[in-house]
């Protein structure tokens, strides 16, 4: 059921930007995109999450398309514990809308 | 701030006994989530529950499994039965809200083995 698709595997040197891309092209008009990584077999860590306009914290910046249907997940300066699986997650309104459905992300490997 | 605790880490049971898993939600969060990670795979959705209801248990199998988030105390999953086909990881989320807008914050999981 995830709405979104990812490529598998990306590699990024360290120090430079990573730069995660994400499709969603079925995406509601209220739908949020949702971006957490996961770290070796921890619990999944919140990135960052947006609607319309693009986010910025302290970890990523998100870059939404006017259109909506594709992110970009930027990690400005990427370090070697960056590296994870990366999970762009559109959130359901099915049901209570409480669900994230989590597909395969990306795996991030930063280079030294 | 303590984190989405959640315990035993690790457990092991043989098949045919019970397994229950504990999530303690970051303080102030009344939104309380299960996911379950098979091997190799992405976490998939199980339940979400406010304290003392169940409001959305689409992704709990029918049978063998239950969950509750009790007025005091945390969360419990609960597995009756083990088959080696539960071996996998348990994930507990909390959110202060529900619904679209509101992230959630995980727990460290609960890995579950059954010999």
């Known amino acids: 059921d995830a709405k979104t698709t990812q490529p598998p595997s990306m590699d990024c040197a360290e120090g430079r930007a990573a730069n995660l891309p994400c499709n969603h092209s079925?995406?509601?008009?209220?739908?949020?995109v949702y971006w957490y990584r996961q770290i070796h077999s921890q619990g999944p860590q919140y990135i960052i999450h947006?609607?319309?306009n693009n986010e910025t914290n302290e970890m990523a910046s998100l870059i939404i398309t006017e259109d909506r249907k594709s992110s970009t997940l930027i990690l400005p300066h990427a370090t070697l514990r960056d590296t994870a699986v990366y999970y762009c997650i559109v959130r359901s309104l099915r049901g209570t809308g409480n669900q994230f459905y989590f597909g395969t992300g990306t795996s991030l490997t930063v280079i030294p | 701030n303590a984190g989405v605790m959640q315990n035993p880490r690790h457990l092991v049971r043989r098949r045919g006994q019970e397994a229950r898993l504990r999530c303690s939600p970051m303080?102030?969060?009344?939104?309380v989530y299960w996911y379950r990670q098979l091997p190799e795979e992405g976490l998939k959705f199980m339940v979400y529950?406010?304290?003392?209801?169940?409001?959305?248990e689409s992704g709990m199998p029918k049978e063998r499994f239950s969950a509750e988030f009790p007025k005091e105390g945390p969360s419990i999953l609960r597995i009756q039965q083990v088959v080696r086909g539960d071996s996998a990881a348990y994930f507990c989320?909390?959110?202060?809200?529900?619904?679209?807008?509101?992230?959630?914050?995980f727990g460290p999981g609960t890995r579950l083995t059954v010999t």
């Open positions: 529950l406010q304290k003392e209801n169940i409001i959305d």
């Open positions: 303080k102030g969060h009344s939104h």
């Open positions: 079925t995406i509601s008009g209220n739908e949020y």
């Open positions: 947006g609607l319309k």
């Open positions: 989320a909390s959110s202060p809200r529900s619904g679209q807008g509101n992230e959630q914050y």
